[in-house]
């Protein structure tokens, strides 16, 4: 059984930084794309960015240019960087890594951005 861990999340100013760990366990994790999705109260899940077995990366729209979604297969473990970081980016923050039609979640850590 794959289990996925979240950590790094906590409140911060606006304007600061953040980093946030998926380590995963019990896969050979270099064979997993990683996502990360957030979610904010009232709303609905959005994925925030993607990371594939190659290393390429892709960024929904609101975080380009201020987050970095990066893997290290030696750790098992993925991350995201959150620079320059807004009000409206406060959600509870939550990773997957997935195989074909596999998909194993993670339980969420709580990132809140105010001053």
């Known amino acids: 059984q794959v289990q996925v861990v979240e950590s790094g999340g906590g409140l911060v100013q606006p304007g600061g930084s953040l980093r946030l760990s998926c380590a995963a366990s019990g896969a050979a994790f270099r064979l997993y794309a990683v996502d990360w999705y957030r979610q904010a109260p009232g709303e609905q899940r959005g994925l925030v960015a993607s990371i594939d077995t190659t290393g390429s990366t892709n960024y929904a729209d609101s975080v380009k240019g201020r987050f970095t979604i990066s893997r290290d297969n030696a750790k098992n473990t993925s991350y995201l960087q959150m620079n320059s970081l807004k009000p409206e980016d406060t959600a509870v923050y939550s990773c997957?890594?997935?195989?074909?039609?596999?998909?194993?979640w993670g339980q969420g850590t709580q990132v809140t951005v105010s001053s």
């Open positions: 997957t890594v997935r195989r074909a039609t596999r998909e194993y």
